[in-house]
């Protein structure tokens, strides 16, 4: 008897430390639910204004992408008419880093090329408008899973009361578990001879989606009852409904699973589930029985079925009047098309400069929004200049079944903002990140380092004649190093400006080791590379290994007149109330002396118009001034390119992933993608201020001395510090007057022509 | 290697030419807009092409120039715009919202020394001495040939030198012959 009664006792008090523990768990992980919350990741708005390069086509394009829809702006957010050049659109309710902007109506006239004119719906101007940034995934998928969580205010009153009507019509009545719906449930299935009814509640469904396996065992149903009854304990009605509105599995997207109804909104429809109509609202509602059974990209009958009968159901209960039901069920599904704007690569970096930038603790909280400098348009132009391009070569390429790889990164100079990075040729594929982990020796891309180095001592200019003459050293290891030219010709006393231009070996060699190596990698170091490459004399031709990353984070400085910007992609993030979160600003630094810069990067320019990259400024508009450098690793396993306009700093490369010879140079296999990607993006020409100290010169590109371009056909400008004494072309006049302009005032061989014109 | 086509009419010539004129960039001097009821020391806000539209109307001029003129920065309306806000934003003590704004006025134009200042004395409010030397460094190249922004781009340095003590080399900027 005793022995009984201590055994009934144990037994409760171990029901009892069972519900305490099931409890507990379930307070703490409710609660705690925002840690598995990813943050939503915004691409940059695009920025409207009188001259902003936006031509009609983009802005339709950009609405196109935001889900604006065609139609009276009158009838609410979400809606644009265009009529020729001139947009009428009703802006949705955005939160901008820096704002939060009601709903408003704005009139855009985009002619040409660019934005005429800006109005608002009354007419006053409007000197800045900024569009919705678009939403381009999330980060932190904990489980492949993702989320865009609904505030309370965000959830459609009809889905509020029609998943109550569908799922679980007593939620407002029972404890958590729903003691009558189980025994109509029971009845039901008897009756039916087969399981048609689940007898669930939301709460129990919830339960199960927090912290249970998928088994059907009687164990796990009554640690779900027992979960759910606590869970009604500790939070109100509503928190429940709104937690299981964010949770409940929808379908899903290849490898990403589909939780919540504000992703299944964007997921099936493209739009905010504020925009949904009844006819949508019902199909996310009747997806929740089974999103694979009714899948309706798959089964679209199945789901049109389903949806109508959720459509009646909502009807019968009065939620919807017999008008709007009528319109529903006569609608089609309204499905957006499959796939859209993926991008694996620019969000690597996004997680990357995250982590970086962020504490930890605070990227934890609910609800995050991530706003970043991607520019969709330049991931586009990246992706598809890639991909054609590898494609052509693949094509061409003697070895078959050839698959050539790439990279692609995209940013502005100025701001170090990262706008566009393509990791591979599949670029939607999640993978092997090469824009971010590729690590290749940069070939010549090392040179400019060497001549800036040069300049910074004082001691040579663009016009400092240096010897192209073979070289066999000596190296610790006791080897012979010899290096050639590319060509395998031997150049003799050649201009600095031509050796950078033509990208001469021996030269570059011979200079660096007169210069020192150490100073060299000083010069790569001030410039942004983090790590320190071993003193080997081969690093001179680029035996350095970096990323694409890494070279683009290096010609920022030289895009930047010396002034390094850190790369970033994460402007900021705000909390759910708005709030940013704590972060680092913009890192702006001198570099490198900005003279020194300046007379590197009209060198630069050089080798776009004279040298290796002469193809980079083709797909441009005439007269863009280009400055870059192409790059071949040794046997060709590594083609690259890095150049930049006045508007965009872009690097390029293109070799196997297994690190075979490709065949192709800088300009054969990068350059054409560079080429291509900025064709697509509209660009001012790199046009430096330049600085009070220096001044403009002409010199003979082929032997570098001082001449005009009435004289020489090869006269070409350089940038000296003022009063610098050059050796002049014998009879040539080479006085003040006919000092060039700067790079973009005026073509320098227009000038020549024009002058021989009017000889 | 690249020989420029001879056969160029002269028409297009002059159509190349005013194309070339177009993304020098060298800005329209234009009437003269006030801001002065801001609490920062007021930038010349007067209207000029953004740098980066490059499409705005020119009047062709032939006439290659030897020397560039004096250049003089101007904000355009919309950069003006936003440089309102933001000092409104800061007036608020609202740094973040008046940082985040001056990032979208610098997307607009990049090398706008007017707008390296206006940043640098944000960093200045919020006591990132560090950063807005940077930023003064920068405007004063981008402030190359202009005097007045010059002028203004000094004053940024030599105050963000001086807070972090470096009394030596803020003086050095003040004796450049553009803070006379």
Redesign the interface.
């Known amino acids: 008897m005793f022995i009984l009664g201590a055994g009934v006792l144990l037994l409760g008090l171990a029901v009892v430390l069972w519900v305490v523990h099931l409890d507990s768990v379930v307070t703490r992980e409710f609660q705690g639910r925002h840690w598995s919350v990813p943050a939503r990741v915004f691409a ?1 708005p695009l ?1 409207l ?5 936006v031509a009609a086509a983009d802005l339709d394009e950009e609405l196109h992408r935001l889900h604006y829809r065609s139609g009276d702006p009158a009838a609410g957010p979400g809606f644009y008419r265009r009529r020729g050049e001139v947009f009428e659109v009703h802006a949705r309710r955005v939160r ?4 939060l902007r009601e709903p408003m109506q704005v009139s855009i006239r985009a002619g ?3 934005i005429t004119d800006l109005r608002q719906a009354d007419g006053t101007e409007l ?2 408008f ?1 569009l919705d940034p678009p939403v381009v995934g999330s980060v932190f998928p904990v489980h492949g899973e993702d989320r865009l969580v609904l505030s309370p205010d965000e959830v459609p009153p009809l889905l509020r009361s029609g998943i109550k009507l569908i799922e679980d019509r007593r939620f407002d009545a029972h404890p958590g578990v729903d003691l009558l719906g189980i025994l109509r449930a029971m009845w039901a299935n008897v009756r039916a001879r087969r399981v048609v009814q689940g007898g669930s509640t939301l709460t129990q469904q919830l339960v199960k989606n927090y912290f249970l396996s998928d088994e059907q065992t009687l164990g796990r149903k009554a640690t779900e009852a027992v979960m759910a009854l606590r869970l009604e304990r500790h939070f109100s009605k509503a928190e429940i409904l709104l937690a299981y509105l964010n949770e409940v599995y929808l379908g899903q997207d290849g490898a990403r699973a589909v939780h919540g109804f504000g992703l299944a909104s964007e997921f099936y429809f493209a739009k905010p589930l504020a925009e949904l109509d009844v006819g949508e609202l019902a199909l996310l509602i009747g997806l929740v029985k089974g999103p694979s059974f009714y899948d309706p990209r798959k089964h679209s009958e199945r789901a049109l079925a389903r949806r109508d009968l959720v459509v009646r159901e909502l009807a019968d209960a009065h939620l919807i009047d017999a008008t709007a039901a009528a319109r529903a069920a006569a609608s089609p599904l309204g499905l957006r098309p499959p796939g859209g704007s993926y991008v694996p690569a620019y969000l690597d970096l996004v997680r990357r400069h995250l982590k970086r930038d962020y504490a930890e603790a605070d990227l934890a909280a609910a609800g995050l929004a991530v706003y970043t400098s991607l520019d969709p348009r330049a991931q586009a132009a990246a992706e598809h200049a890639l991909a054609q391009n590898l494609k052509r070569l693949d094509a061409a390429s003697r070895v078959r079944n050839d698959h050539l790889e790439g990279a692609v990164i995209v940013a ?1 100079p ?2 170090g ?1 990262v706008v566009a990075v393509v990791g591979g040729r599949e670029a939607d594929s999640a993978g092997f990140d090469r824009a971010l982990d590729a690590r290749r020796p940069i070939g010549s891309l090392v040179k400019p380092a060497v001549y800036l180095t040069a300049l910074e001592t004082g001691r040579y200019t663009a016009a400092t004649l240096i010897e192209d003459a073979p070289i066999e050293l000596k190296l610790e290891d006791g080897s012979t190093w010899a290096p050639q030219n590319f060509e395998h010709v031997i150049y003799g006393r050649v201009p600095m400006a031509r050796a950078l231009a033509e990208s001469m070996n021996l030269a570059t060699v011979r200079l660096g080791l007169d210069l020192g190596l150490p100073q060299v990698v000083d010069t790569l170091q001030h410039l942004g590379l983090e790590t320190r490459p071993a003193l080997n004399p081969s690093l001179l031709l680029g035996s350095v290994e970096m990323t694409p990353l890494e070279v683009v984070q290096v010609y920022t400085a030289l895009a930047n ?3 390094r910007a850190r790369l970033r992609a994460v ?2 993030v705000l909390d759910e109330h708005g709030r ?1 979160l704590k972060s680092f ?6 570099a490198a002396p ?1 003279a020194a810069v300046y007379q590197l990067d009209r060198m630069l320019t050089l080798v776009t ?2 040298g290796t990259g ?1 193809d980079a400024p083709n797909r441009l ?5 280009v400055a870059g450098k192409t790059g071949t690793s040794s046997d060709t396993r590594d083609s690259w390119f890095a150049g930049f306009t ?2 965009y700093l872009s690097v390029v490369w293109v070799g196997y992933d297994d690190n075979r010879p490709t065949g192709l140079t800088g300009a054969a296999g990068a350059l054409p993608v560079w080429a291509d990607t900025l064709a697509r993006l ?1 660009s ?2 790199f ?1 430096p ?4 100290n220096l001044e403009e010169r002409w010199i003979s590109f082929k032997d570098g001395l001082e001449t005009t371009p009435a004289c020489s ?2 006269a070409v400008a350089i940038a000296v510090p003022k009063d610098s004494v050059l050796a002049g072309e014998p009879g040539c006049n080479s006085s ?4 060039p ?2 790079p ?4 320098e ?7 021989n ?1 009017v000889r | ?4 086509p ?1 056969a ?1 009419t ?1 028409a297009a ?1 002059l159509a ?2 005013a ?3 177009l ?4 800005p329209a001097p234009a009437p003269r807009a006030s801001s002065a009821s801001a609490p920062m020391p007021a930038a010349p806000t007067a209207s000029s ?8 109307p020119a009047v062709p001029t ?1 006439a ?5 003129p004096p ?1 003089e920065n101007h904000l ?7 440089v309102t806000q933001a000092r409104t ?1 800061m007036a608020h003590g ?1 740094l ?6 001056l ?2 006025a ?3 134009e ?2 706008n020394p007017l707008l390296w200042i206006e940043r640098g004395r944000l ?1 200045l409010a ?1 006591n ?1 001495a560090h ?1 807005a030397e ?2 003064g ?2 405007a004063l ?5 202009d005097r007045s922004t010059q002028h203004q781009a000094g004053r940024l340095l030599a105050d963000a030198l001086r807070a972090q003590q470096r009394n030596q080399e803020a003086r050095a900027v003040e004796t450049q012959p553009y803070m006379n």
Request: charged residues 25%; aromatic residues 2%.
């Open positions: 940059a920025e204004y009188v001259g902003a390069p901008f880093i820096d704002e040409g090329d660019s000197p800045v900024r502005e100025n701001s903002d007149g010396g002034f402007h900021a940013p600003k913009v890192q702006v630094e001198e900005p118009t004279h002469r508009p005439r007269g863009t001034v006045g508007s509209k001012v020409s046009q201020v330049p600085p009070e056909a090869d003040p007057g006919n000092a302009a700067p973009g005032s005026l073509p061989k227009m000038k020549a022509w024009i002058k014109l | 290697m690249d020989q420029e001879r160029l002269a010539a190349v030419l194309g070339a004129l993304v020098s960039g060298c092409p953004a740098p980066s539209s490059g499409s705005a032939p290659p120039r030897p020397a560039p250049r355009s309306p919309a950069t003006r715009s936003l934003l609202d973040d919202g008046a940082s985040s704004t990032d979208r610098l997307r607009i990049p090398n960093r919020e990132d950063q940077g930023c460094r920068k190249a981008l402030a190359s040939g």
